[in-house]
DNA sequence: ACTATTGTATTAAGGCCTTAATACAATAGT
DNA sequence: ACTATTGTATTAAGGCCTTAATACAATAGT
């Protein structure tokens, strides 16, 4: 998997999401150890004081568990996962909604556009 | 219609995005007149160097013409204005369901669960 | 003809982000 | 007991963004 930082974000910013993504996608298990600070850092091109920055914030969101000397590991609390899941997936699609109302898309309009695609998509 | 500006992207490209919603939406119509650099970044809280550079890239972009000492207005080419919108629409949807996979959720799942929350929006 | 308004340009300062280079404490693994 | 590895902290530099203060050219409106 790619890391595909972007320059119009704070890239650790984007670490924290993209890492979120693998949790929650099951890339990173539950319980699973994360790579160092250094190796990740180096994975995905980033200064590990900057990749450091990021993975405190997902401790302190309680997705990663630092352990002093032995390195990180994903959570174990499945249930946990899943809730923060949840929470992101309304939170994405609350977004577009309501990105798409503004644009002037009424909700049926945006519907049978994303139909539309799923569609093509599948070809 | 408030700015509703954030603080973890760049200012001017929010500034950007927020025109283009506006001009999509009908809200600045093709043709009308906007408000001026200065009146406009006071209207955002913002200053108006930084609304200039937003302004520059919409120029740029070709949603909206400048008249050198009388201000700028909406293009009035409405097809253009259609295509940039389908263009942003679809670019929306992509990302939006590109998100939704790395999450973890099929395409017949984020189906499903967008017109859940759509018809719960309607209450 | 005058004047206010328009977009535009410049310079300086401060803030946050990122990188880079180092260093240190703690301990897992041998 | 030693050593490599881990997370962590610090300092300095540079970059981009944003604000602020000014100034200027062009012209619409009177």
Redesign the pocket.
């Known amino acids: 998997m790619p890391w595909d930082l972007k320059s119009d ?6 670490l924290i999401e993209e890492i979120q993504l693998r949790i929650f996608s099951g890339e990173y298990p539950p319980g699973s150890k ?6 990740i850092a180096q994975e995905a ?6 990749m ?2 990021a ?2 914030k997902l ?1 302190e969101d309680g997705l990663v568990i ?7 590991t994903i959570t174990e609390d499945v249930e946990m996962i899943k809730r923060a899941k949840n929470k992101l997936a309304v939170q994405q699609i609350i977004a577009f909604i309501e990105k798409m109302q503004q644009m002037g898309f009424e909700k049926k309009e945006t519907l049978a556009l994303i139909n539309k695609m799923l569609e093509e998509m599948e070809i």
Request: aromatic fraction near 4%; avoid cysteine; charge should be positive.
């Open positions: 974000r704070p890239i650790y910013i984007q994360l790579p160092s600070v250094r190796d091109s980033v200064n590990p004081n900057t450091q920055r993975l405190s401790e630092t352990h002093r000397t032995s390195g990180r």
